[in-house]
C-alpha cells in the first residue's frame, strides 16, 4: 500500500483559508445578482399634479410668512385619484 501524502498544517490553514475566502466571493457574487430591481414610477395623474402644486403653493406662502405653525390642507370634492405617495414623496423632500 502506498503511503498517504502527509500535509503540514500550514498546508490545512491555507486550504481553509482559500475556501473560506472561495465562499464568500460566491456568497457575495450571488447577492448582487439577485438584486431586485426598482419597481418602475407609474405616472402621476393630471388631478394629482393640480393638487401637489396646490399643496407646494401654500407651502411656499406659509414659509414666506415665517409660520411656524400647522398648515391644514383638505380636498373640496371626494376623489377616486389617490395621490398619497405622491404626498408622502413631496413632504420627504423629493420634490
Known amino acids: 500500500m502506498p503511503k ?16 473560506c475566502v472561495a465562499g464568500l466571493a460566491a456568497t457575495a457574487g450571488l447577492k448582487s445578482a439577485s ?3 426598482p419597481p418602475p414610477e407609474r405616472p402621476v395623474s393630471a ?6 402644486a396646490r399643496v407646494k403653493t401654500q ?7 415665517g409660520g411656524d405653525g400647522i398648515l391644514a390642507f383638505s380636498r373640496g370634492q371626494v ?8 404626498l408622502r414623496n413631496l413632504f420627504r423632500g423629493e420634490r
Not at 47 to 52: G, L, Q, V
Not at 59 to 65: S, V
Not at 79 to 86: I, M
Open 4 to 19: 498517504p501524502i502527509r500535509m503540514g498544517r500550514r498546508t490545512w490553514v491555507a486550504a481553509w483559508a482559500v475556501l
Open 35 to 37: 438584486a431586485p430591481d
Open 47 to 52: 388631478e394629482c399634479r393640480e393638487f401637489i
Open 59 to 65: 407651502l411656499d406662502k406659509a414659509e414666506q410668512d
Open 79 to 86: 376623489s377616486t385619484v389617490d395621490c398619497t405617495d405622491e
